[in-house]
């Protein structure tokens, strides 16, 4: 019944998410087509973090890694016919070299150490793409591809620049890998991630390989925030050092708590509500990051578990209600 | 040693607390403001000094009571992002009320000018007030700590919080007298700076990452690390300026990465 139920939210989710665009204006399926690479970047910080307990503050550097690989090579590859779907590929592959070699050296880190760690390094990347500037451009970061085509089979050519399009081509990346994130974390590695979350040691003494099941997690986390980073430059048609800047790790940071990090629709719920309160804040006033920040930190001190636990919780007290979950 | 001044403030905090205090830079930064206001009001910056570095510490310590205390227990992962929220805030604040351009402040009259050193060269006087007052405040905390009874306690509850409190330590005091003292130094560091970088709202960012590395390399919670770590750390970074002025900004990121793969709980931490 339970599941049932789960089920058919998400099929109204996706459902909505497929028909929404047909009466949005354009700026909306603009924001909304960003909410959805946050959520996809906010699920793969979830793999870290709320699955694995690993806290990292370097996030930034696999959707940076990931954003200029993709840009990279839309503009070196094979010249203006660099096919985007390529393109996307090699930024998810360079996202996740980047986590594997982010695992292989802070393998041994934990807790706050963990964090400086990953910090350090997305610095030291920060660093390079910044002074970097044959290749990236500087603090003037890169452009060019806006007036792409990307060919699909069987349906055709579409423009970037269609924001329609971009949307469903968004959305379908977001479908594949949150829901591949969802089978990661139900496969047996994804089991023992959880284990290590809540006793590194016995899942040890249990004869549990930690330190490669760690570096498998931010392998593939890696993975799914390159590809954002990918998806990311697709839409905002420019890359710059700023996707590399501790900010933007503190972004993600910030979605997963206020949507909840220790679950896994947490990230999701938090994508959406940052970038609209972003986006609304930011319209009416200049001083929107304050506004943001006491949010953050209100809820945190009534509700640490974000807006997913307090519907959650909202949930809970319905079935309660009804008399059907027993919990 | 300025760095210094701010980074022991925090790596106490920390050793006691387990938690990264973000808005610990902000009270440096608030500090320098504050040093910048009561100079335009009074143009005295000895009050400054005097004055800012109290309302520090009153601040910490309403930090503490007030946010830090109602949270702690539910992990210490909430408690790092609630001073983060708190960072945001203050900045935000700071820069609204302030503005975003930097401020001038200027350095009182007696230490205007500069000495000759036994060498010949000329030094600026204020740099050589930075050190000497550094020191002292240096030397007051190491005294503070090796030998008062507060400091005693201090150093109990960095040790072993759970242990100190059956053995009757007031925990819950030492804590808030740690964030009070770190806060104070925090202010110190505020005002002295003032008039040497003048005042902007983009301190805080500045200074966070360098108490970041400075804390993490010298290892977490030990202050005798942290000298030694702000020491190393603003060596090499003018050296980097001075030899390798290209990847200057990498080059303090790559010290963290190394010490970190070499020693991981950094170059004075206790082994977990």
């Known amino acids: 019944m339970k599941q049932n139920l789960k089920y058919a939210s998400i099929l109204l989710v996706v459902l909505l998410a497929i028909l929404l665009p047909l009466v949005m204006s354009k700026f909306q399926i603009y924001l909304v087509t960003q909410v959805i690479i946050y959520s996809i970047l906010g699920v793969s910080y979830y793999l870290l973090l709320g699955h694995t307990g690993l806290l990292s503050f370097g996030h930034a550097a696999f959707f940076g890694v990931g954003a200029y690989a993709a840009a990279l090579s839309l503009l070196h590859l094979a010249g203006p016919d660099t096919p985007i779907l390529l393109a996307i590929l090699v930024g998810a592959l360079a996202g996740m070299l980047c986590g594997l070699l982010f695992g292989l050296i802070v393998l041994r880190l934990t807790k706050i150490y963990l964090a400086f760690a990953t910090l350090a390094l997305s610095q030291m990347i920060w660093a390079v793409a910044w002074k970097w500037r044959d290749l990236t451009g500087g603090d003037d970061g890169l452009t060019g591809w806006a007036a792409r085509t990307v060919s699909m089979p069987l349906i055709g050519q579409f423009a970037l620049t269609n924001v329609t399009f971009s949307y469903y081509f968004v959305f379908f990346f977001a479908?594949?890998?949150?829901?591949?994130?969802?089978?990661?974390?139900?496969?047996?590695?994804?089991?023992?991630?959880?284990?290590?979350?809540?006793?590194?040691?016995?899942?040890?003494?249990?004869?549990?390989?930690?330190?490669?099941?760690?570096?498998?997690?931010?392998?593939?986390?890696?993975?799914?925030?390159?590809?954002?980073?990918?998806?990311?430059?697709?839409m905002k048609k420019m890359v710059s050092p700023h996707f590399l800047d501790m900010s933007t790790s503190f972004d993600v940071l910030i979605i997963s708590v206020i949507g909840g990090y220790a679950s896994f629709i947490g990230p999701i719920i938090g994508a959406f509500i940052y970038v609209y309160l972003v986006e609304y804040l930011s319209s009416f006033t200049e001083r929107w990051q304050l506004l943001v920040g006491a949010f953050f930190v209100l809820l945190l001190l009534f509700y640490p578990k974000g807006v997913a636990g307090i519907i959650g919780n909202a949930l809970r007290k319905v079935s309660f209600v009804s008399g059907k979950g027993k919990r | 040693m300025l760095v210094f001044l701010v980074a022991s403030g925090l790596t106490l905090v920390l050793g006691?607390?387990?938690?990264?205090?973000?808005?610990?830079?902000?009270?440096?930064?608030?500090?320098?403001?504050?040093?910048?206001?009561?100079?335009?009001?009074?143009?005295?910056?000895?009050?400054?000094?005097?004055?800012?570095?109290?309302?520090?510490?009153?601040?910490?310590?309403?930090?503490?009571?007030?946010?830090?205390?109602?949270?702690?227990?539910?992990?210490?992962?909430?408690?790092?992002?609630?001073?983060?929220?708190?960072?945001?805030?203050?900045?935000?604040?700071?820069?609204?009320?302030?503005?975003?351009?930097?401020?001038?402040?200027?350095?009182?009259?007696?230490?205007?000018?500069?000495?000759?050193?036994?060498?010949?060269?000329?030094?600026?006087?204020?740099?050589?007030?930075?050190?000497?007052?550094?020191?002292?405040?240096?030397?007051?905390?190491?005294?503070?700590?090796?030998?008062?009874?507060?400091?005693?306690?201090?150093?109990?509850?960095?040790?072993?919080?759970?242990?100190?409190n059956a053995l009757g330590t007031n925990v819950s005091f030492v804590l808030m007298a740690v964030m009070g003292i770190g806060a104070w130094l925090a202010g110190i560091a505020g005002v002295i700076v003032a008039p040497y970088l003048s005042v902007y709202s983009g301190m805080y960012n500045d200074m966070i990452m360098d108490c970041f590395a400075v804390i993490a390399v010298g290892g977490l919670g030990s202050l005798g690390g942290a000298l030694i770590a702000a020491l190393l750390v603003g060596q090499i970074q003018s050296f980097g300026v001075a030899f390798m002025p290209s990847i200057s900004i990498a080059i303090i990121y790559l010290f963290m990465v190394i010490v970190f793969t070499a020693k991981p709980t950094g170059l004075f931490g206790k082994k977990e």
């Open chain 2, 16 to 164: 006691m607390m387990d938690i990264i205090n973000f808005a610990h830079a902000s009270i440096y930064m608030i500090g320098a403001f504050l040093c910048y206001q009561v100079t335009q009001w009074t143009s005295n910056f000895w009050l400054a000094l005097l004055v800012a570095p109290l309302v520090c510490a009153f601040l910490g310590i309403l930090l503490e009571r007030g946010l830090l205390r109602k949270i702690h227990g539910s992990g210490q992962l909430n408690e790092l992002l609630v001073t983060f929220g708190i960072a945001m805030v203050i900045t935000e604040v700071v820069s609204w009320i302030y503005g975003s351009s930097p401020l001038p402040v200027a350095a009182p009259v007696q230490l205007a000018g500069s000495c000759q050193l036994w060498s010949g060269t000329k030094y600026p006087l204020y740099r050589l007030f930075i050190l000497v007052l550094s020191g002292v405040v240096l030397a007051f905390m190491f005294y503070l700590l090796r030998k008062t009874r507060l400091g005693i306690s201090i150093r109990a509850c960095v040790e072993d919080g759970t242990m100190a």
């Open chain 1, 175 to 234: 479908v594949l890998s949150i829901a591949l994130s969802w089978h990661f974390t139900k496969t047996s590695l994804g089991n023992t991630l959880a284990g290590i979350k809540v006793n590194s040691h016995r899942m040890g003494f249990l004869g549990v390989n930690v330190n490669k099941a760690k570096l498998m997690v931010f392998t593939f986390s890696g993975l799914i925030a390159g590809l954002s980073g990918a998806l990311f430059i697709l």
